[in-house]
């Protein structure tokens, strides 16, 4: 199989090209791949031909393949993207206005078993390669003509999987995607989410290119989020918040806690007093999201009256926000990112 150039720095790309070629070809292959997103060796026109011909013997760009694309009714696209294994993995684009949100994904289905998340039912099948996170933000940009400075974007790693779990990858594809000289992203327009693996957050928290940091909290109790989110045996909800207290923010950036609501489960108005009790002290913000259903999900969807409640007791301590649902009608809302082609649920649009 070609080694993929997508997830190459500089200096991964001049040991690719070898002592035998000037500093500048590494940079003209650099600025190709993330700002002139080649698709392919061939189309780069700033190379010499017989070392095209020489990389493309052994090397591909690495950019995913559209295995399926599915239009909901309010603009959202999910996209089933083939990778060179023959696995695929999903990325969404949800338009508002002016403004985009790609959601990426960071592995091949996930390890954490949140019990109200279809991907979770997919298990792990492996973590993706920087170039792969990457691909996926340049794939979707190319097919819908957006540019990093011209449009108002944003990335979301909330896709399939846990980050962290992959955060080697995870950091290295937030380098190329913020370098001025690659794609060209602020780091303030990159989020991470994580279901709260603690040495994980402080590692990350060290980086001194990193995104945004989101916490998928979904409970108001030790044991209720043990029962959510079985991590919670491992990394207990007070080490969290502890942990969250002594985050290092930037001076823009604001924790971001993201709370799945469950009909009867963790959406009482008690429920939010001990939240908004939980993160008053946090410079942070609340992003409220009724579970979007799905097969094999054992929970229902709060009333729009019980959600409002809700965010009424919480933002008096910390600003909550409703997130609203996107691509619901053809699974690409929060929690639904699981391959429903199997089972026949999602035609092709």
Not at 275 to 295: H, S
Not at 320 to 326: A, H, L
């Amino acid at each position: 199989m070609a080694q993929a150039l997508l997830g190459m720095e500089l200096a991964d790309l001049r040991e690719v090209l070898g002592a035998d070629q000037p500093g500048f070809r590494a940079r003209q292959l650099y600025d190709a791949l993330y700002r002139g997103r080649a698709a392919d060796v061939s189309s780069i026109t700033t190379l010499p031909r017989e070392l095209k011909e020489r990389l493309a013997a052994a090397h591909s760009v690495g950019l995913p393949q559209a295995a399926a694309r599915y239009d909901s009714n309010d603009g959202t696209r999910r996209y089933l993207l083939g990778l060179d294994d023959g696995r695929t993995v999903e990325t969404v684009l949800m338009p508002e206005g002016e403004r985009y949100t790609v959601c990426i994904s960071s592995q091949v289905g996930c390890p954490v078993n949140c019990r109200f998340c279809l991907t979770a039912l997919m298990g792990l099948e492996r973590n993706l390669t920087a170039g792969e996170i990457v691909g996926q933000v340049l794939f979707v940009l190319r097919d819908n003509s957006l540019h990093a400075d011209v449009n108002t974007l944003n990335i979301v790693m909330m896709g399939q999987g846990e980050p962290l779990l992959n955060l080697d990858e995870v950091l290295k594809a937030t380098r190329i995607l913020t370098d001025k000289d690659g794609v060209g992203f602020a780091e303030r327009r990159i989020t991470v989410s994580t279901s709260g693996i603690l040495p994980k957050i402080e590692e990350l928290g060290r980086a001194a290119v990193r995104p945004k940091l989101a916490i998928s909290l979904n409970a108001s109790t030790e044991e209720q989020r043990r029962e959510l989110m079985p991590i919670t045996k491992k990394y207990h909800l007070a080490d969290l918040i502890a942990m969250c207290r002594r985050y290092p923010l930037r001076s823009w950036e604001k924790l971001t806690f993201e709370y799945v609501l469950l009909a009867g489960v963790n959406d009482t108005d008690a429920d939010a007093r001990r939240v908004a009790k939980m993160l008053a002290n946090i410079d942070c913000k609340v992003n409220l999201i009724a579970l979007n259903p799905g097969p094999g999900i054992p929970y229902g969807t709060p009333t729009a009256e019980r959600v409002s409640s809700f965010q009424a007791i919480v933002r008096r301590s910390v600003p909550c926000f409703v997130r609203k649902p996107r691509g619901r009608d053809v699974y690409a809302a929060c929690g639904q990112l699981k391959r429903m082609e199997s089972a026949g649920l999602v035609k092709i649009g």
